[in-house]
């Protein structure tokens, strides 16, 4: 069985705090923390911007029209990871930024698109549970999910008009267009076990790496550092984000509930071929290969299933498979930092990337 | 009864052609065929920018998941009126703008704001019909609606950003919030009979006037005229908005399905309080206010009760009231368009305005 994933440590060593006429500057975070985590770690790193960063994302998802705020709140304030946008924050910290508040502004656009396709995946899966609490669609309805979706997704397009750059909003918005192409592919590949490994990483790409990779390069595009700086970030993004999607779709199978924040056997329930499915597909005998025809292929599942289903897992070493690729994705994203110099903060981005993998093992 | 709407023609009058280098050249379109309506006319003034505006549609609807061209043709190429591009086109014409193709390709994004809108509203009220065909949602499912929506609204933008006006991504991304904020107050006031006017006009100036407007308003943008013709053009959009929507609520009591191309009596089966509701419920005796509850609060209704809430409606004179308004509207936006000179073209987005009204008495 997989130790469940260390939680976040819930209050941060109080950095020293430097914010003077709208400069948000976060001192090196060399105090280390014993049993931190590297997610915890490197959000420490940017812990002034992530703050400036949580109040521009509650004062931009307000609107008259009081159900938007309310929705917006259940999700966005419910706290996650930040991920994305701590990723975009540390890229521009990486970069050298120290123009103004640009990254945090943009960061806070990185986590609207997110949240926007948080509600509407939630719609789309017909979920229940997210981060641990009754989803937004469980609580507000479907209708309202969708719409207040569509309204962050307008919002973080409106914050980037006002950021004024055409590059930030050239990346942004083709990744918004990959992440729905990403989300169609894996309505399509549904139910389908002819589907290849590599079509299945084209969804993951363009459903969750898409936006890691625009997230990491828009830090690079507002320190205005030269192209081959913001390849690297969006390759080390495009691979973490693999990578992420990869240890997600194992923990589907290999989390306990509790650990994992939504329910789990989700995946298996929807039909969805991850790699996981794809690993064992390939892995079983004839009676496994009868067995996933008829849980993913035919959607016909009974109680016990998703049991069988992991034990099958485990026997074809399908989890251990998909872990090992993730761990590959990690280890990519780790050398495309090579480009920077060695620095604590590119240390706490690489250690993530391991992190994204040992969160599960 | 209500007559039926015209239909437009088929085939137009062919007019000149003048296609250039990338230019094109929309003569003015002198020959008025006898029994014409307005739109069709305004159409046949920008028909050659409107013959590559649905070129531009057709190609930047493309995706390499073939789900998502196939659904979006089911909505975009299945036609419709293409009123919304048709204002963006003649708006830019009647500012004199003759620089490329920048009116065409904006066009598309408005065309593809509104198409990505249709496809979430259908899925938020379980339309079945749309233009007359089966909806979206009915043929591919929820999941795809809402997922090719998305991908839609972010292609919007892509050519948005291709355009590189931060006016014109100002102006769209500003338009696409309030539409959300629209959409939402619409749900918030459903089966609410103490929603008053004012927040009824506030439903309707979001989910529909704020496109129109911004459709209008992107023209005079391209054609880098003075602020005041931004602004006339801005207010005729949202003027005709009020107009075109308060007619659709009209219609929903009022037209024969046929004629109407979706299914009469949705807004009302789903308990949407529109102006007719509000005029009917205020002008109904005890007998009447009762009856309006019953089937727009508590949502029981029988068969029977969409005859007799036609038949409050005509006792009450609230499909009158709600067309009065709309004519009210309809003149505001005709003297919007006072500030630019005399011509045809001027004429023919005046008449636009009476078309709106005109086409449902």
């Known amino acids: ?42 959000t420490r790193h940017v812990s002034l911007d992530m703050t400036a960063c949580n109040a521009a994302i509650l004062a931009r998802m307000d609107s008259p029209v009081a159900l938007i ?47 926007a396709t948080l509600l509407h995946d939630d719609v789309v899966d017909e979920s229940q549970l997210r ?19 569509d309204f962050l997704f307008a919002r973080a397009f409106q914050l980037m008009v006002a950021d004024g750059s055409l590059d930030v909003l050239r990346i942004l918005s083709a990744a918004a267009a990959t992440i729905a192409e990403g ?19 084209d969804v993951i790409k363009g ?22 700086e913001a390849v690297a970030l969006r390759n ?8 992420f999607q990869l240890v997600d779709d194992a923990l589907d199978y290999a989390a306990d509930q ?6 789990v056997g989700d995946d298996f329930r929807e039909g969805k071929v991850t790699l996981p499915v794809l690993a064992a597909y390939a892995g079983s005998d004839e009676t496994g290969r009868a067995f996933w025809r008829r849980t993913i292929e035919d959607s016909e599942q ?30 990519r994203a780790k050398a495309d930092l090579a480009i920077f110099p060695d620095s604590d903060l590119r240390s706490a981005l690489m250690g993530v990337a391991d992190y994204t993998v040992s969160r599960v093992r």
Chains 1, 2 share one sequence.
């Open 302 to 331: 009974t109680e016990a299933d998703l049991d069988e289903a992991m034990r099958l897992m485990a026997e074809t070493g399908a989890i251990r498979i998909t872990l090992d690729r993730a761990a590959a994705f990690a280890g």
């Open 69 to 115: 705020p309310q929705l917006a709140a259940h999700i966005v304030a419910a706290g996650g990871k930040r991920l994305r946008p701590v990723l975009t924050l540390a890229s521009a910290r990486l970069c050298g930024y120290a123009g103004g508040l640009r990254h945090v502004n943009l960061a806070a656009c990185v986590e609207f698109i997110h949240t």
């Open 183 to 201: 989300e169609v592919l894996q309505l399509v590949t549904q139910n389908d076990l002819t589907t290849t490994e590599d079509r299945y990483l």
């Open 1 to 42: 069985m997989v130790p469940p994933r260390k939680r976040r440590a819930k209050t941060a060593i109080h950095p020293r705090r430097e914010f003077i006429l709208g400069i948000v500057s976060n001192l090196p975070a060399e105090i280390t923390v014993p049993g931190e985590d590297a997610l915890t770690v490197l």
């Open 236 to 243: 080390y993004g495009m691979h973490l984000g693999i990578a």
């Open 207 to 228: 459903k969750t790496a898409a936006l890691f990779a625009a997230a990491c390069e828009v830090g690079a595009v507002v320190a205005d550092r030269p192209e081959p």
């Open 131 to 149: 981060r641990g609490l009754a989803s937004a669609n469980a609580v507000f309805g479907n209708k309202a999910s969708v719409l207040v979706g």
């Open 258 to 263: 509790a650990t994992l924040g939504k329910t």
